[in-house]
């Protein structure tokens, strides 16, 4: 796989098509992939795989592990124990290849508001080393295909939260990753912003064969995006299938809802630290 | 194996760069603070300057003590504007702005070098103002080109080494309140315990051998060397220039190593 990449870099193409990206390929492969903290574990023996130009959705509670496991992916925290390969490269001995192959949208807020949406884009394709020539038309792409171009000459102060959402996946996706990881893409949105949102992530995979790999607590999102979704539930993945796998593992008539409360356990179990709560809320409020 | 090392070299000066420009396109969009920055050395200088000069209380030598204390004004204001700016990285942490950078495959020093140079630009603009004040108290300031491209550069390491402290300290505190505490308690031991505004002649024996290792001093030294007309260094500039380097080095391989704490 890594080949391949270096390939498709010098010769700086546009528009791969998803035949670049044969569905059999696993772009994830997690192994028993722990995490501690004091005597609090987080993630817990997780082993997982996804495939290239899949949609996947790991749900479950607050606290259920699920941004522990994007951090150790995006390789921002060390694992405990175990590993995990990211577009063919070691999270762990890797992690210079495995960030120049992945794209990161965090909870929170990650664009800057006292830059423009045109000077956020154009920092991060000089940190990704787009070739000079071909930043402007990068740059100028990303901006249309997010439905930006009228406000790239904006303060992103001034943007909404459903411009803020999508300059920051045009701002992770500018290098071509193969795997977007998103935490949360769409909370604090209102549903025509996320509506929006999803309509240009599912573009993303359609043009350019990404990898969607993302959290979320909006079941109807699951349900109407993922080729396969996981549920977490105190560090294990409880329940792993497509949605209607999932439904009719429960015998027939099964919403995903009742699957979620099945597998996630009540929502009075966990609800997640004072700082998850917090960030979650001040998210909401700045991008809604 | 050398080719690999020059390829890793060039990349990352040019990362710190593009982290330093868009530093400071940020300051083009807002530039309110550099005028509220003005403030503070324009009251030690007219106040405090003034009235202790009159008083005659600290015995300068042979240059006057306005003259003494200009470049220590300025070292003050650069300490004090580059040890709270590790505040911007845990306002970046709290958005998603550090895990971003950190999922990128920027090498962190560039990370924490780009924000240093930043800052040391940012506080150029204290210079422009000492330099102002200086010349409306009448202090025998040195002309030279080549003492004003000293005095920048000795702004811009000096900055570039406290803010970097500053960042290491953010790193280790992680929230807002305790950085503020920890800020405070820090800056007025760095000011005393230096020659900013008396000399290290006058201290207290236990006094001189702390300000003889608070980089500060040698900061101070080095600006009063290039500053004033007529002046010479303590140290030797060499070794002002020396102790900048090294002490500014080792923190960006601390802040380097502390950085990515911010994003976990």
Redesign the interface.
Known sequence: MGPRIHRQRAEGRVGLGLDDFPMSDTVIEIKTLTRRFGAFTAVDALTLSVNAGEVFGLLGSNGAGKTTTIKMLTTLLPPSSGEARVAGFSISTQAVDVRRSIGYVPQAVSVDGSLTGYENLLIFAKLYDLPHREQQARIREALEFMGLTADGGRLVGEYSGGMVRRLEIAQSTLHRPRVLFLDEPTVGLDPIARDAVWKHLVDLRANYGTTLFFTTHYLEEAESHCDRIAIMRQGKVDALGTCKELETSLGPGHTLNEVFVHYAGSALDSGGTFRDVSAERATAQRLG | MTSTFIHLLTGFIE?TF?IT??EL??LR??FTELITRALQPALWLLIFGQVFSRSGAIHTGNIPYLDFIAPGILAQSVLFVAIFYGINVIWER????V????????PRAALVLGKGFSAGTRTLSQAVIVYCLSLLLGVKLNWSPLALLNVLVIVVLAATLFSTFSLIIACIVKTRERFMGVGQVLTMPLFFASNAIYPIAIMPGWLKTISHLNPLTYVVDALRTCMLAGSTSAFGLGLDYAVILLTTTILVFIGARLY?RL??
Request: charged share 30%; net charge positive.
């Open positions: 990362k593009v420009e868009f396109r940020k969009h807002d709290d958005l998603g702005i895990q971003k950078f950190l999922a990128s495959p920027t990515p994003a976990t």
